[in-house]
C-alpha cells in the first residue's frame, strides 16, 4: 500500500510563493508516477504536473510553465511542488496522487491541501 500526504498549503497574498509537499509512506518504485492536480472551486480538478519518482523526467502542463516547478528528493520520498508569483486564480485545493508508470489511471491519492491566494 503507498499513502501520499500533502502539506504547505494556505494563505497568501497575491505575488507570493509556497510550496508544497507529498510525502509518501510504504513502499517506492522508481516507476512510480507522482502528479500534481488542482480543483478551483466550480471548476473540474485538472493536472498540473508530474514526475516519475526518480525525478528522471518531469511534466507541466503549459499553463504553469515559469512560474511552478516540480521536484522530488527520494531520500525523504517526497515530492514537491514551488509555487511564486501567485495569482488568485491560483486557488485551488491541491492534490498528489501516484501510479504505475504506463498506467493510465493515478490509484493513490492524497487528501488534498487548500491554497487561497488573497488579491
Known amino acids: 500500500q503507498w499513502q501520499l500526504v500533502e502539506s504547505g498549503g494556505g494563505l497568501v497574498p497575491a505575488g507570493g510563493s509556497l510550496k508544497l509537499s507529498c510525502s509518501a509512506s510504504?513502499?517506492?518504485?522508481?516507476?512510480?508516477?507522482v502528479g500534481w492536480f488542482r480543483q478551483a472551486p466550480g471548476k473540474e480538478r485538472e493536472v498540473v504536473a508530474a514526475?516519475?519518482?526518480?525525478?528522471?523526467?518531469?511534466y507541466s502542463a503549459d499553463s504553469m510553465k515559469g512560474r511552478f516547478t516540480i521536484s522530488s528528493d527520494n531520500a525523504k520520498k517526497t515530492v514537491y511542488w514551488e509555487m511564486n508569483s501567485l495569482k488568485p486564480e491560483d486557488t485551488a485545493v491541491y492534490y498528489c496522487?501516484?501510479?504505475?508508470?504506463?498506467?493510465?489511471?493515478?490509484?493513490?491519492w492524497g487528501q488534498g491541501t487548500q491554497v487561497t491566494v488573497s488579491s
Open positions: 514526475i516519475t519518482w526518480s525525478g528522471g523526467s518531469t
Open positions: 496522487a501516484g501510479r504505475l508508470a504506463g498506467a493510465r489511471d493515478y490509484n493513490y
Open positions: 510504504g513502499r517506492t518504485f522508481s516507476s512510480y508516477v
